[in-house]
């Protein structure tokens, strides 16, 4: 049982370096979360998808990119990546169900020289 | 704006004891999801319990089990038997069409 798995779980950038963040879901469901973990400040979301094809954004979207082209898959891009977005990002899927909880990835811990 | 506050940052328990984590929340919503979530050092986020709002009974699972007051926006979690393994984050979080996560209670567990 898979569940929500984020690819990779470390990385180290440069300032201005770019990158994608994986997660992929096998639980089909529609929605999918990205969110970043800072000390003292619990998850934070930065965007969320409701579907294939469609994002939204959330609290802190600045300076991040998405795309959900396939419904399992939600990428999370840093086009020119600061100091500020290191951090540990979580990505987590749920069904339409808004009683439904969200299920998580063990996380990614990117940190950004 | 929908906040959630966790006003305890840290707490300890001895093992076998019994813990409350404290939770606030606003919202002018009438229908809405109340979760607390558990985060070992592992770095994992595990479900622990989920509450309805429109239920009036409390939820429990095993050894937790929630104080839910809707009038007062309160959503503490018990923990009776504490053990080793409840050493954790725990967030406090609802959800209307997103999850609002509070800041989390470091609970740390000794024998």
């Known amino acids: 049982n898979a569940g929500v798995t984020q690819t990779p779980k470390f990385r180290v950038l440069k300032t201005g370096q770019s990158m994608t963040l994986l997660c992929a879901q096998d639980?089909?469901?529609?929605?999918m979360y990205w969110y970043r973990q800072d000390p003292g400040m619990g998850l934070r979301l930065i965007h969320y998808?409701?579907?294939?094809?469609?994002?939204a954004k959330g609290e802190v979207p600045d300076g991040y990119n998405v795309s959900r082209l396939k419904k399992q898959n939600f990428l999370l891009g840093l086009e020119s990546a600061a100091p500020s977005q290191t951090s540990v990002y979580f990505c987590?899927?749920?069904?339409?169900?808004?009683?439904?909880?969200?299920?998580f990835g063990d996380g990614t811990r990117l940190s950004i020289l | 704006a929908q906040t959630v506050t966790q006003s305890q940052p840290e707490m300890s328990v001895q093992e076998a004891e019994t813990v409350t984590l404290s939770c606030t929340y606003d919202?002018?919503?009438?229908?809405?999801?109340l979760f607390w979530y558990k985060q070992p050092p592992s770095r994992q986020m595990i479900l622990v319990i989920r509450?309805?709002?429109?239920?009036?009974q409390n939820a429990t699972e095993n050894r937790f089990s929630v104080n839910f007051q809707k009038a007062a926006k309160s959503f503490s979690l018990k923990i009776s038997d504490s053990q080793l393994g409840d050493t954790a984050m725990y967030f406090c979080?609802?959800?209307?069409?997103?999850?609002?996560f509070g800041t989390g209670t470091r609970l740390q567990v000794f024998p």
């Open positions: 509450q309805e709002a429109y239920k009036q």
């Open positions: 987590a899927s749920s069904s339409r169900q808004v009683n439904q909880p969200q299920h």
């Open positions: 919202t002018s919503e009438s229908n809405y999801y």
């Open positions: 998808s409701v579907g294939e094809g469609t994002t």
């Open positions: 979080a609802f959800n209307t069409d997103k999850l609002i």
């Open positions: 639980m089909n469901h529609e929605y």
